[in-house]
C-alpha cells in the first residue's frame, strides 16, 4: 500500500511560513507514510538551487514527494491566457520533477461563463495533450482529476459535471494521461462515485482519499465520518489490481488528530476492503 497525504489543512500555515515542510514530512513520516503530497502553492521559487534544498528538507525526514498538485486553466476563453497556462504548466512539471514527484495532478480549467461546453471539452483536450510531452522528458505522470473547486480559482471545475469529465477521458484515450480519482467530489456534485469509478478505473493511478459531511455539498470532514463509500471503493480498486499511491486529501482543519486519525483509518479500511 502506497500512501501519502495532501495536507489541505495545513495550506495557509506552510503558505504563510508559519509551519516549514521538513515539519509536515517529520509529522507524516512519524505517521508511518511513504510519502506527502503538497500544492505548486508551496513551490515560491523555480530556481534550481531552491527545489534542490526543498528537496533535500522533504527527504531528510525519510519521506519523498509522491504527487505536486497543480491548476492549469485550459478553459479560459482567451486564448493568449490558455497559452500562458500551458507554459505555466510546463514550468510546473518540470519543478515536480525536481522535488523527486512521480505524479502532477492537473485540472481541465475553470467553468468561466464564456466558455462552452464544446469549446471547453475541446480546449481541455488540447491543453492537457499538450503537456504530455514534457512530462514524459521530465520522467512525470500527469493525472487528471475529477476536480470540484480549489480556493484558487474563482469558478467551479469545468468538468466538474460527470458527463464532461467522461468526455474528456475519452478525448484523452490512447495518451499517457491518467486519472487521480477524487471518492469526494462525485458525491458533492451528487451522483455516487462508484459507477462513475467503474467506467475510468482501468486508467485510474491515484485515489484522492476525501470526505464530505453529506451530498450535494463541498464540506470537508476527518475521513470516514462523512458519507464516502470507502470500502466499496477501496474493493472496486483491488478487484481491478490498482496498485497506485493512496493520497489523502486531508481538510478537516482539525490538526494533527484529524490527520492520525485519516490516516489510521485509510489504512484499516484498505485491509478490510
Sequence with gaps: MKLSCLPVSYFAEIINGQM?????????????????DITILFVRSRNASDLRSMRQEIEAEGVRVAMVATYPDFTHPDRAERFNQARHLEADIAAA???GAELVRVTAGQAHPRTS??????????GLTAALPAA???GVRLVYENHSKPGVWN?????????????IVQGTAGTSLSINFDMANP??????????????????????????RAAG??????????????????SALKENGFDGWICIEEASCSGPAGVEQAVS???RTWEEA
Design 217 to 234: 455539498a463541498l464540506e470537508p470532514v476527518v475521513i470516514g465520518t462523512g458519507v464516502v463509500p470507502f470500502r466499496q471503493i477501496f
Design 97 to 99: 520533477a525536481a522535488l
Design 187 to 212: 458525491l458533492v456534485y451528487g451522483d455516487d462515485p462508484l459507477p462513475l469509478l467503474k467506467r475510468v478505473v482501468d486508467r485510474v493511478a491515484s485515489v484522492h482519499a476525501a470526505d464530505i
Design 117 to 126: 461546453r464544446e469549446e471547453g471539452i475541446a480546449w481541455a483536450i488540447e
Design 20 to 36: 516549514s515542510l521538513g515539519q509536515w514530512a517529520r509529522e507524516a513520516a512519524g505517521l508511518g507514510l511513504s510519502a506527502i
Design 155 to 167: 469558478y467551479y471545475d469545468f468538468s466538474y459535471p460527470t458527463d464532461i469529465f467522461l468526455a
Design 136 to 138: 514524459e522528458r521530465h
Design 265 to 267: 483509518f485509510i489504512r
